[in-house]
């Protein structure tokens, strides 16, 4: 089989309704935090800092209406504006991939990665160069 590891997928084909994003966190590699002090991971192919953006998923008909994407990069990604008058930030991911496994429950369950992010193209937003 020619699939190894994260299997690239089109950002429509995993939110074909969109996805809006709430926030931006540095993912933290528990291995490594101790004592108190909480060290961010690093991507393990290209040794960048890992943030983790939390998205959340309008499709009435999606399982999970909730998820983070993980992405590497050197420095915090931007969030695009919000919405005018609304608290939502749409969002679409670049270079998205995903990894199923079997959670803790026994249940099929998905990691999202991606290479950045960017304001969805025609939302008038200031951010969208900034974003990325």
Same mark, same amino acid.
């Given at each position: 089989?020619? @699939?190894?590891g994260a299997? %690239?997928?089109?950002?429509?084909?995993?939110?074909? #309704?969109?996805?809006?994003?709430?926030? +931006? /966190? !540095?993912? !933290?590699?528990?291995?490594?935090?101790?004592?108190?002090?909480? +060290?961010?991971?690093?991507?393990?192919?290209?040794? &960048? $800092?890992?943030? #983790?953006?939390?998205? *959340?998923? %309008?499709?009435?008909?999606?399982? =999970? *209406?909730?998820?983070?994407?993980?992405? %590497? #990069?050197?420095? /915090?990604?931007? @969030?695009?504006? =919000? &919405?005018?008058? &609304? $608290?939502?930030?749409?969002? /679409?991911? /670049?270079?998205?991939?995903?990894? $199923?496994?079997?959670?803790?429950?026994?249940? &099929?369950?998905?990691?999202f990665k991606? *290479?950045?992010?960017?304001? $969805?193209?025609?939302? %008038?937003?200031?951010? !969208? #160069?900034? !974003?990325?």
């Open positions: 089989m020619a @699939l190894k299997i %690239p997928v089109a950002f429509g084909d995993v939110f074909p #309704a969109g996805a809006f994003a709430t926030k +931006v /966190e !540095a993912v !933290a590699d528990f291995d490594a935090s101790k004592g108190g002090s909480r +060290v961010q991971a690093r991507d393990k192919a290209t040794g &960048l $800092p890992m943030w #983790a953006v939390s998205v *959340t998923d %309008p499709d009435p008909d999606a399982r =999970e *209406t909730s998820a983070k994407v993980k992405i %590497p #990069a050197s420095v /915090e990604p931007t @969030l695009p504006d =919000e &919405l005018p008058g &609304l $608290p939502f930030r749409p969002v /679409e991911f /670049e270079g998205l991939t995903v990894t $199923p496994y079997v959670n803790g429950s026994g249940r &099929l369950a998905y990691s991606a *290479t950045g992010l960017r304001a $969805p193209s025609g939302v %008038p937003v200031k951010a !969208a #160069a900034k !974003a990325g």
